[in-house]
Nanobody, 114 residues
């Protein structure tokens, strides 16, 4: 059974920081590309950042220079360090794993107050 469990969300003031974690089980973590997506109220789910098996990364333009995605294959864990948070970063953040199919976490709320 595949499980992706996010943690680290919450309420923060604009300009603050949060670090999200995603712990994976039931998959061969090191063979999966991993990513963070987010969905704000009334909007479609969008890519925030992805990291390949080899560690290559891509970011949405809106978060470049502020967010950093990383992974620790020994711990089956992916991270998203979010700095200089803005109110428009408010959303439910989802962990994603992809190899032959997509797996998703349950999502975690991030709220940035102005």
């Amino acid at each position: 059974q595949v499980q992706l469990v996010e943690s680290g969300g919450g309420l923060v003031q604009a300009g603050g920081s949060l670090r999200l974690s995603c712990v994976a089980s039931g998959i061969d973590f090191s063979l999966n590309a991993m990513g963070w997506y987010r969905q704000a109220p009334g909007k479609q789910r969008e890519l925030v950042a992805r990291i390949s098996r080899s560690g290559s990364t891509i970011y949405a333009d809106s978060v470049k220079g502020r967010f950093t995605i990383s992974r620790d294959n020994a711990k089956n864990t992916m991270y998203l360090q979010m700095n200089s948070l803005k109110p428009e970063d408010t959303a439910v953040y989802y962990c994603n794993a992809f190899r032959f199919t997509d797996y998703w976490g349950q999502g975690i709320q991030v709220t940035v107050s102005s």
